[in-house]
């Protein structure tokens, strides 16, 4: 029975053949969306230990007089290129023999900088030429994936004498700074295991619902070779069986290709960007048992998905029969939807009463619960839709709409579930994030960048136990550099930054007319002095002689009015306003070996600071939820069409034109996916702000972005559209009168 089950699937002719083509489609694109979900957690957690390392590795013992290398990860204030993320990292070796770099076969030598293969990219691009100007070296070797956090960081290696890195951190063996690292940092925090289990769980739901639906597809005509198997003598159990087999032969060739999928779409990994979001191919890895239990689960899945179809029907020799009048779902369908937003709010009342695990336990099965009561509810909201369409229809199209909608609710709903399921966890994802970012910073998440200076260039050094001396040659280097006109030595004071300079270099620094008093210096307004007020600045008396004109510096000290400090540390310069002088004033701070602290005027060196990393993880899941919403429409429709082609060629032979056939479809997509993703996104809402609590967050509601998520429902369910209605023309044709 099992043989001649699978010998029908494979062997029933064209129509078959589209039939099982679709099944093994929509699981594999099911199966793919499954493995890229269940790889996520472990590609950002590769990617986040790699940078853990790279910023604060384990230095090696006083007591190891093994040659080290030099590693300076925070030397070098992070800035950016081309409107990106740059950062520098300085290393240095103090002997022969020492460790190599992360991500390099060896370490740069003095002069010699090692590029990530995006920078370098950059960097021979026309545009990016004078960004070579940012390094003080040639480029000379390209970093690899143990020193990135993903393909395309900009991320610079530059070599450094050994005496210049004097505050380095020592490293004379890779694997005991990673062990050392990893003890110190084991373990992840609630706040973080809750966030993975809730879009674990957002993933997984829906592409489990999307599967399983996958290999329903063709059921009614599966139901008719089955009343033909009884005819000839199968019993019940037999055909129950060949149903199951049939399902699980299907959802196995769809699993393996759907593995193969995987496999090849993961070795684009690095060049493909989701929402921002690259990775390298070895990091979307998840465990091997994950992907076994994934091949081994969904034969499973579809033949309990074809037996539970099977117990609705009885299947005669005669044909197929229906267990009971298929009536409108009751609203008693909403109370598993009830019960799991009261068991969350229950599990968040409980809080810390419970155990860690056990909250986690409990807000996860209250999170699935809500997901699987959209499953159970949806059915529901569409009968009770049905009934209002149908009573307004005014047109044949919207009357066949509504009809349709009214005798097969719950089929309705099944063509639609997975892009409902795709609002309702996006919902949770939109909702989560502005919340959080108000939480953890005051304020919504805004992007943001330093102001520019008004001099053209301010630059601080931190001297960490360097010699003098290497401060003074910095500033003598920068005063030398092509495009930097004039360079002021400048403190910090009690009344603010002072600025030493006489009054024509003062004029070129700030780019304001500065006249200096006859004596006494000149304040900032802010100070809330008067001309002639006296002064103590740096332990000297003096007094206001004017006031500033601008407020880029609190007073300008004019020189012989009071001695200026013998080693300064900060400079403010005039520069051309240029970006290559801007790229060399940072190249030289780079090369002193001292940690500076840089600003220009130039927009493309200003620091911007890096996305949150939890926020790039989301976005990426929000595209792969909306992924999972189109592919599923366009099975359940083009399924949905094709089943149903007797019935409307039978409407078109009996004189209803095609464009009331068309708009029938497109009402029969349109409407039950426009009202169930408004009430999906309502329920999302809520239930966020139910497991926000648990955080003690309030909820911020960002309206235009769910606006945006509900508009990007419908364009998606648009785009459906416009490739199921061409399927929809051939399918009215007068050779689909005929019955199989």
């Not at 019993?235 to 129950?240: E, I, L, N, S």
């Not at 030398?480 to 403190?491: C, F, K, M, S, T």
């Not at 002088?581 to 070996?593: D, E, F, L, N, P």
Request: proline letters at 6%; a positive charge.
């Amino acid at each position: 029975m099992i043989g001649l089950a699978v010998s029908l699937l494979v062997g029933g002719g064209r129509r078959a053949a589209v039939r099982l083509a679709l099944i093994v489609g929509g699981v594999a694109m099911g199966i793919v969306f499954l493995l890229g979900a269940l790889a996520i957690g472990p590609a950002r957690d590769r990617a986040d230990a790699r940078v853990t390392e790279r910023h604060s590795p384990a230095g090696a013992l006083p007591s190891d007089s093994r040659p080290a290398l030099l590693w300076a990860a925070f030397q070098t204030t992070p800035t950016s290129v081309d409107g990106r993320d740059l950062e520098v990292l300085e290393v240095g070796a103090t002997g022969p023999g020492a460790p190599a770099p992360l991500g390099a076969e060896r370490v740069p030598a003095p002069g010699e900088v090692f590029v990530s293969p995006a920078l370098d990219r950059l960097l021979r691009s026309d545009a990016g030429r004078v960004y070579r100007l940012r390094f003080p070296g040639r480029v000379d070797g390209t970093l690899g994936r143990a020193v990135l956090h993903d393909p395309d960081e900009l991320v610079a290696m530059v070599g450094m004498p050994s005496a210049a890195l004097d505050g380095a951190t020592r490293i004379t063996s890779w694997a005991a700074a990673g062990r050392a690292e990893a003890d110190q940092n084991g373990g992840n925090t609630f706040n973080r295991r809750l966030v993975y289990l809730l879009v674990a769980v957002a993933v997984l739901v829906p592409i489990a619902v999307f599967v399983a639906a996958s290999t329903r597809l063709g059921a009614a005509a599966r139901e008719q070779r089955f009343a033909a198997m009884r005819l000839v003598g199968a019993t019940p159990r037999q055909v129950a069986g060949g149903a199951a087999a049939e399902a699980a032969a299907a959802g196995l060739a769809g699993g393996v290709l759907g593995l193969v999928l995987a496999l090849g779409l993961r070795t684009r990994a690095a060049d493909v960007s989701i929402a921002g979001y690259s990775t390298f191919p070895a990091d979307l890895s998840p465990p091997v048992w994950q992907v076994a239990a994934v091949l081994a689960a969904t034969p499973g899945l579809a033949a309990a998905a074809a037996l539970v179809s099977m117990r609705r029907i009885a299947v005669t020799p005669l044909g197929v029969r229906r267990r009971g009048s298929a009536g409108r779902p009751s609203a008693w369908r909403l109370i598993p939807l009830g019960l799991s937003w009261a068991e969350l709010a229950v599990a968040v009342q409980l809080g810390d009463t419970l155990t860690e695990d056990g909250k986690l336990a409990a807000l996860g099965v209250g999170f699935a619960g809500a997901i699987l009561g959209i499953v159970v509810a949806g059915p529901w909201l569409v009968g009770a839709l049905a009934g209002a369409v149908a009573r307004v229809a005014r047109r044949p199209g919207t009357l066949i709409a509504g009809r349709r909608l009214q005798a097969a609710p719950t089929t309705a709903f099944r063509a639609i579930g997975g892009a409902v399921l795709g609002v309702f966890a996006a919902t949770a994802v939109l909702v989560y994030l502005p919340s959080h970012d108000h939480w953890s910073n005051g304020e919504a998440h805004v992007p943001s960048s330093v102001a520019a200076p008004v001099a053209d260039a301010y630059v601080q050094v931190f001297r960490d136990g360097a010699p003098y001396a290497r401060v003074h040659a910095l500033a003598r280097r920068l005063a030398r550099l092509p495009g930097v006109e004039d360079v002021a030595a400048a403190a910090d004071t009690r009344q603010g930054r002072a600025l030493f300079a006489g009054c024509a270099e003062a004029s070129r620094v700030l780019r304001v007319r500065v006249h200096c008093p006859a004596r006494g210096v000149l304040a900032d307004r802010s100070l809330g002095r008067r001309a002639g007020e006296p002064l103590t600045l740096r332990g000297a008396r003096t007094s206001v002689g004017g006031i500033l004109p601008t407020s880029a510096v609190s007073i300008v000290v004019p020189r012989g009015a009071v001695p200026a400090p013998p080693h300064p540390s900060v400079f403010l310069l005039a520069t051309d306003g240029s970006l290559a002088a801007a790229q060399r004033v940072r190249a030289a701070v780079t090369a002193s070996g001292l940690y500076g602290d840089v600003e220009t005027a130039a927009d493309e060196a200003r620091f911007v600071p890096a996305p949150d990393p939890l926020r790039r993880q989301a976005e990426l899941v929000l595209a792969l939820m909306l992924s999972i919403a189109g592919c599923s429409l366009v099975v359940m429709m083009v399924e949905g069409v094709l089943e149903r082609r007797r019935e409307l060629a039978i409407l078109a032979a009996a004189g209803t034109r095609p464009g009331s056939l068309r708009s029938a479809a497109a009402l029969e997509i349109l409407v039950p996916l426009g009202v169930a993703s408004v009430a999906s996104c309502v329920v999302g809402v809520l239930v966020t702000a139910t497991l926000l609590r648990v955080r003690g967050i309030g909820l911020v509601i960002p309206w235009q972005a769910l606006a945006e998520l509900l508009a990007a429902s419908a364009l998606v369910g648009a785009a459906v559209l416009a490739i199921g209605l061409p399927v929809l023309g051939r399918a009215i044709g007068a050779e689909n009168l005929r019955t199989e």
